[in-house]
């Protein structure tokens, strides 16, 4: 069935160091995807999305990469910091072709523990 | 531009109430959302409205049910209240349904 799985449960990475996680995908179909970071407590806030026409965009210290190919996403963290200790979640909206409409699947999510 | 906003907060129900939680999304957007978040499940997408319409529902039972108003505000209720019922209530608001969601902090519901 159609799913957007993340690979590692948790990730640790020391302050400063990079930090990359990864989500795969399994609907070719779908054509825009979204990483988003839940800190505790609060609501998932929207970080950097990427369509299905891209391959790599850029944002404030952080990039997503897209593989079609073998329909892996990823996400790049530079420089990481404190604050980016968080749940990050991927997801992917899937166009339904009986009503023209979108929906959105998420995957399990990942926890970014940051080292200081 | 305010963002999404939930109230109440926090709740605390028994077995057997129903429960009614709001959501105002973000002026000018249309579409609302409302997903279950747990740990053992992670993030399960209840149903989306439009124009006051429901477009898409996800696999829950009927005891969970939405509506949107005119004014794009929206509401749903769980009646019959069961101890699995117990999750953070996530509604996200987005101008289209090809656009990106935009979440509010959530509805903490405890049932005991």
């Known amino acids: 069935g159609e799913s957007v799985g993340l690979h590692l449960p948790t990730l640790s990475v020391q302050e400063g160091d990079n930090s990359i996680i990864n989500c795969a995908y399994s609907?070719?179909?779908?054509?825009?995807f979204i990483w988003y970071k839940q800190e505790s407590g609060k609501g998932p806030q929207f970080i950097i999305d990427?369509?299905?026409?891209?391959d790599k965009r850029q944002g404030q210290r952080v990039t997503v990469l897209l593989n079609k190919t073998v329909k892996h996403l990823s996400l790049q963290i530079a420089a990481t910091q404190p604050g980016d200790s968080a749940v990050y979640f991927c997801?992917?909206?899937?166009?339904?072709?009986?009503?023209?409409?979108?929906?959105?699947?998420f995957g399990a999510g990942t926890r970014l523990f940051v080292k200081a | 531009k305010a963002g999404v906003t939930q109230t109440p907060r926090y709740l605390i129900k028994t077995r057997g109430q129903q429960v009614t939680l709001s959501c105002s999304p973000i002026?000018?957007?249309?579409?609302v959302s409302w997903y279950q978040q747990t740990p053992g499940q992670g993030l399960q997408f209840l149903f989306e409205?439009?124009?006051?319409?429901?477009?898409n529902k996800g696999n829950f039972p009927g005891r969970f049910s939405g509506r949107q108003f005119s004014n794009s505000r929206s509401e749903m209720n769980v009646s019959t209240l069961e101890l699995g019922d117990s999750a953070l209530y996530l509604c996200?608001?987005?101008?289209?349904?090809?656009?990106?969601?935009?979440f509010g902090p959530g509805t903490r519901l405890t049932v005991l």
């Open positions: 996200a608001s987005r101008i289209r349904a090809i656009d990106t969601q935009y």
């Open positions: 609907n070719s179909a779908s054509d825009y």
């Open positions: 990427i369509r299905s026409n891209m």
């Open positions: 997801a992917e909206n899937i166009l339904l072709v009986n009503t023209g409409g979108f929906k959105t699947i």
């Open positions: 002026s000018g957007h249309r579409s």
């Open positions: 409205y439009f124009s006051e319409t429901q477009r």
